[in-house]
């Protein structure tokens, strides 16, 4: 992903507010005085008979009404002063982000170590993964030895899923594994996007041959890569062949450590398409986060909570009696 300086840091929206703590502090420290009966006597009894003639109480409080005012003084303050530290995601912008998906549709997706078959598996996952976006922008593309665009961005799931039922390996043009060139369609796709995307790579695994390029992505573009992993480490007959395809569990982490792509394995039930929304969701919410064009977002109602907390104590009977201790 491109670097980017941190928008996010501690601050107040209001800062002059916070000229207000010293005639705070000041009037605190004026009422304290005023409060102390050694104060009140001090020009009226001589200091060696004052401390003699003072009776203070043996259960004092050590809270008292004065060091609450202060409390709620200073909370209000900061309240009004506007803490922040996140901002708002600009006005009028989707709240969904862009997919693209990419499915794999080479000879080994048809290997049954994941029933019915790693394709059929695929195509389920993929609708269940439709139904959780609703109504979200969602675009289709295929690839093997060649990359090609299915379905361009829509909101409705039903079109996507009519072209989904009907793909097989013998309508790619050229056998391979380009996964760069899917990448490369996808990249287009999400160019005029006003919001970063993301690309889900629904496959049985990817050839060190494409690192380089998804090295690339990583670098220069903010679109997320996820992989939805379709296959296990025991593998498969490629039906019509004697070979073994299983999954590549090496080559997956360096794609992961190396490209960034976010890798998440296939399950038996919806717990693998929630992992894929939650990610989907949290990239476009930290791309929020990154964009200037959003409002710094006012924290300071949560202090709201402790000066009225603050305030209800004094509704308590002979509180303010104590004022003194």
Do not use: C
């Amino acid at each position: 992903m491109m670097d980017s300086a941190p928008s996010v840091a501690f601050h107040f929206l209001r800062p002059d507010w916070l000229w207000a703590l010293l005639p705070l502090a000041a009037i605190t420290i004026a009422l304290a005085r005023q409060g102390s009966a050694a104060a009140r006597w001090r020009g009226v009894i001589a200091p060696h008979l004052l401390e003699h003639l003072i009776v203070q109480p043996k259960n004092r409080r050590r809270i008292r009404p004065l060091h609450l005012l202060a409390v709620a003084g200073l909370l209000a303050t900061i309240a009004m002063a506007g803490p922040s530290w996140r901002r708002e995601p600009p006005p009028f912008t989707q709240d969904t982000a862009p997919l693209v998906i990419a499915l794999e549709l080479t000879d080994t997706m048809l290997v049954g170590d994941v029933q019915p078959s790693r394709l059929e598996r695929s195509k389920q996952k993929i609708r269940d993964l439709l139904a959780e976006r609703a109504s979200a922008p969602t675009g289709l593309l295929v690839y093997a030895g060649t990359a090609h665009l299915v379905m361009p961005f829509t909101d409705d799931p039903s079109v996507i899923e009519a072209y989904v039922a009907d793909l097989q390996p013998d309508l790619m043009p050229v056998a391979g594994d380009d996964a760069a060139a899917a990448l490369a369609v996808a990249e287009r796709m999400l160019a005029d996007e006003p919001t970063p995307g993301t690309i889900l790579f629904v496959t049985d695994g990817f050839s060190p041959a494409n690192l380089p390029a998804f090295g690339e992505h990583r670098e220069l573009s903010r679109d997320q890569l996820v992989a939805l992993a379709v296959a296990t480490e025991a593998g498969g007959l490629v039906p019509g062949t004697s070979e073994i395809a299983a999954l590549d569990r090496s080559t997956l982490d360096a794609f992961q450590r190396d490209a960034g792509i976010s890798t998440v394995t296939v399950t038996v039930d919806d717990s693998d398409v929630q992992q894929v929304t939650r990610r989907i969701a949290n990239h476009l919410a930290a791309v929020q986060q990154e964009d200037e064009r959003g409002r710094w977002r006012d924290e300071g109602w949560w202090l709201v909570f402790p000066v009225a907390a603050i305030t209800l104590v004094w509704f308590r009977r002979g509180w303010l009696v104590q004022w003194e201790g």
